[in-house]
């Protein structure tokens, strides 16, 4: 069993950046691929960016050079490094953990792009 704990979410005016952290327990992190989805109001949640088990890295494309995840198994942690951010990219954000069968998410953290 994993549990995951998101954190850094906040307001920013656009353009701004955050850093959002997920941290694990219960297991190693780096037996796992990690993601982070984000759902915005009235839609699905989508995919935003993985980390590997292997540690290679994949993006949905409207965040390429945007976004970076990155992971520190000593830490059992996973961040997610957003800049230049849009209005678009309020939503929940949200950690997940998957293994095999084995699929973990965290509560979220709201991120949220006004002026």
């Known amino acids: 069993q994993v549990q995951l704990v998101e954190s850094g979410g906040d307001s920013v005016q656009p353009g701004g950046s955050l850093r959002l952290s997920c941290r694990a327990s219960?297991?190693?992190?780096?037996?796992?691929?990690m993601a982070w989805y984000r759902q915005a109001p009235g839609k699905q949640r989508e995919l935003v960016a993985v980390s590997t088990s292997g540690e290679n890295t994949n993006y949905a494309d409207s965040v390429k050079s945007r976004f970076t995840i990155a992971r520190d198994n000593a830490k059992n942690t996973v961040y997610l490094q957003m800049n230049s951010l849009k209005a678009e990219h309020t939503a929940v954000y949200f950690c997940?953990?998957?293994?095999?069968?084995?699929?973990?998410w965290g509560q979220g953290t709201q991120v949220t792009v006004s002026s």
């Open positions: 997940n953990a998957k293994q095999l069968s084995s699929d973990y």
């Open positions: 219960g297991s190693l992190l780096r037996l796992y691929d």
